[in-house]
């Protein structure tokens, strides 16, 4: 276990890092199986150059906790960019003020591989479209206890659900001719709801 302080850099070699208290610069990418630990406190800041948090890995797995991760600037996932066959769970974490605004999803894009949000937090992301969270492509991607104050799309044929979440913005489904997202609710408050006519998404609703 490798405990960095601000300023430090971040090992590209460790199998667990701790992030002590203070603002941590990225962009971090992350190429390996990791364990990334915030103490309380601690923040990743993307410094508005790019993602904050990029995984493009396959094979990896990967758990981020206690962390906010923040101020990502990127056409696409700022904060958080997953596109890789990779197991990534991401606890107690904060998505804050990312930017994508050519783009979308400034807290998190996700267009592959398998990753969870719990007990997590999203907000002053701001976008084009989906600008707390995009599910896309062949992701599978649940969250659980998770708060977005945006708004939050699935796209194409990824996989989505929402259990004990509140979305404060838009939830908005759309898929492709050959391909359809499919979205699960369960005691999720969604402020709007948007199932596009002609491309329409696969929606379940739980009370």
């Known amino acids: 276990m ?19 208290p203070g603002v941590h610069h990225g962009s971090l990418e992350i190429e390996r199986s990791l ?3 915030g103490e309380p406190g601690a923040i ?13 890995a396959d094979e990896a797995t990967v758990r981020i906790e206690g962390l906010t991760l923040r101020n990502g600037h990127a056409e696409a996932g700022a904060n958080l960019y997953v596109n890789g066959w990779s197991e990534v769970e991401l606890v107690d974490c904060r998505f804050e ?9 400034a807290g998190a894009w996700i267009a592959a591989g398998r990753v969870s949000f ?12 989906g600008g707390d969270l995009v599910a896309t492509g062949a992701a599978e ?6 708060r977005f104050a945006g708004d939050v799309a699935a796209r194409e044929g990824a996989l989505l659900s929402l259990s004990h979440c509140r979305v404060e913005g838009r939830l908005d489904l759309r ?4 391909r359809a997202p ?26």
Do not use: H, M, Y
């Open 141 to 146: 991607v649940s969250a659980e206890g998770t």
């Open 2 to 20: 490798k405990r960095v302080l601000p300023g430090e850099p971040i090992p590209a070699d460790a199998d667990e890092v701790v992030l002590a």
């Open 44 to 56: 990743l800041d993307g410094g508005a150059r790019g993602w904050t948090v990029l995984i493009q």
């Open 97 to 105: 003020d990312g930017r994508a605004p050519g783009g979308g999803g």
């Open 175 to 178: 898929g492709t001719t050959t």
């Open 118 to 129: 719990r007990d997590c937090s999203f907000s002053g992301n701001r976008a084009r479209w």
């Open 182 to 207: 499919e979205v699960s609710l369960r005691a999720t408050e969604v402020a709007a709801l948007v199932n596009d006519r002609d491309l329409p998404g696969t929606l379940t609703i739980q009370d």
């Open 35 to 37: 364990v990334l630990r």
